[in-house]
């Protein structure tokens, strides 16, 4: 008669245990989907910083050119010195997390060296030099293209089909950059000098489309912290790479204030945008993101004009708001296509 009892309490005790154990993975979930729900605002506050930080570029790129005669492979070399170790580390704890499983084949490798080069070796290099000539707001808005660039190299190489919005996108951003330029270009001393920089800046949006075109399927594959983290380290390579092959080793001993630049634009400018706008589209979507991101020239135009003292114009403004517009075009999915 004991044994009875005995077994129905032990499986009574056995059921408490799991009981618990049950209860706090679900409380823990709850907790952590209620504070989810409660913070809305988290998402769309990493994203506005990650934008400001990727705005603030410009500027120090331009106070360093201002400041000592520094040429633009240094200033970049110096910039990748401070990120690369950051890179590095992220590379390694996305190495550590469950994505780490998926193995690197030979194919991935040679798309991560094939877009580290052109997305953010290439682009970046002729970005800054680029910034040689323009003025930070400028680039900006040019950079800021890279959306309808990727909708028409799409169309080009992929096939993919243009329609009618999309049309009245291109023809909205262009206007506005073609407003801008015109500005300038009107008050430049040196109508050559701007034409080059407007040409190396358009060239860097142009690869960094390239870039976007090619990176889908490897960050679907590797993830996007392991990615960015090994394309940065690949783009170190090849800037320190063209560093050694035509600098001496003496021009990295810039001035002190040349290198706290150069540690700002790492951290505040490269790494840390890179992890918010990623946790930002892991919150609120790529496409909320996207409409944070528009704000990106908007701070760059105000930027400049405090503390670069870059004139600000109607025209420019009229210009900022027609790419915006019509990069929204390009970028913001209308409700029929996302509900499809």
Known sequence: ?????????????GESTQRPTRHVTSTLHRVKEAARADAPWVGPLLAVIGVLGFSFKAILIKLAYAWEPIDAVTLLTLRMIYSAPIFL??????????????????????????????GYYL???VDFMGLQYVTAALERL?????????????????????????????????AGIALVFGRDLTFSG??????????????????????LIGAGPVIAKLGS????????????AFVFGQFAATRPAAALAAPPRIQLLSL????????????????????????????????????????????????VHWIQVGGAVLVLAGVALVSLRPRAAVAS
């Open 123 to 125: 682009a970046s290099l």
């Open 142 to 174: 040019m950079l800021y293209l890279y959306p309808t660039l990727v909708v028409v190299l799409s169309a080009i190489f992929l096939g993919q089909r243009i329609t009618g919005r999309i049309a009245l996108a291109l023809v909205l951003s262009y």
């Open 89 to 118: 580390l992220m590379a390694l704890f996305a190495s550590a997390r469950g994505r780490a499983t998926t193995p690197l084949t030979r194919s991935d490798w040679l798309r991560i060296v094939w877009l580290g080069f052109i």
């Open 225 to 236: 912290l392991r990615f960015i983290a090994l394309a940065m380290l690949i783009s170190s």
């Open 1 to 13: 008669m004991a044994r009875g009892p005995t077994r129905s309490v032990g499986i009574a005790r």
């Open 190 to 211: 040196d109508a050559h000098a701007l034409w080059l920089g407007g040409a190396l800046v358009f060239a860097s949006s142009v690869f960094y489309a390239l870039y």
């Open 264 to 311: 700002t634009m790492a951290i505040f400018s490269t790494v840390l945008p890179t992890y918010l706008i990623a946790e930002a589209i892991k919150r609120i979507g790529a496409n909320r993101t996207s409409l944070v991101g528009s704000l990106g020239p908007v701070f760059t135009i105000w930027l400049g004009l405090w503390i670069l003292g870059e004139p």
